[in-house]
């Protein structure tokens, strides 16, 4: 017999409130219902981590999916003809040559 039909025994079977747990004394055995809530509470945080385990695998996969996407350049650099780079540097010491 469970605590729960065990006081509605002693009380008569009739609640005002319905369905009390009580201590043998008499009074709300609180106790009861704080263990229930806290097997409720681990149920519903387990069922929940575990909802998330089986998502983040993905989630990982598509951040570093996206963070290489991120980092990869768009273009490729453009390469200077390289006569460019001596006239550059020619009209830079004709340049420094003047001052």
């Known amino acids: 017999m469970d605590r729960l ?27 009861f219902y704080r263990r229930g809530a806290s097997k409720l509470r ?13 998502l983040m695998r993905p989630m990982v996969a598509l951040a570093i999916i996206a963070v290489a996407i991120r980092v990869m350049p768009t273009a490729a ?5 390289q006569g460019a780079d001596v006239a550059k540097a020619g009209l830079a010491m004709s340049a420094s040559t003047v001052n």
């Open 5 to 31: 039909s065990d006081g509605m025994e002693r009380c008569g079977g009739a609640s005002i409130a319905g369905d009390v747990a009580r201590n043998p004394d008499g009074s709300i055995d609180y106790g």
């Open 42 to 54: 681990r149920t519903t945080l387990r069922r929940a981590f575990q909802r998330a385990k089986r």
């Open 77 to 81: 650099p453009q390469a200077m003809p």
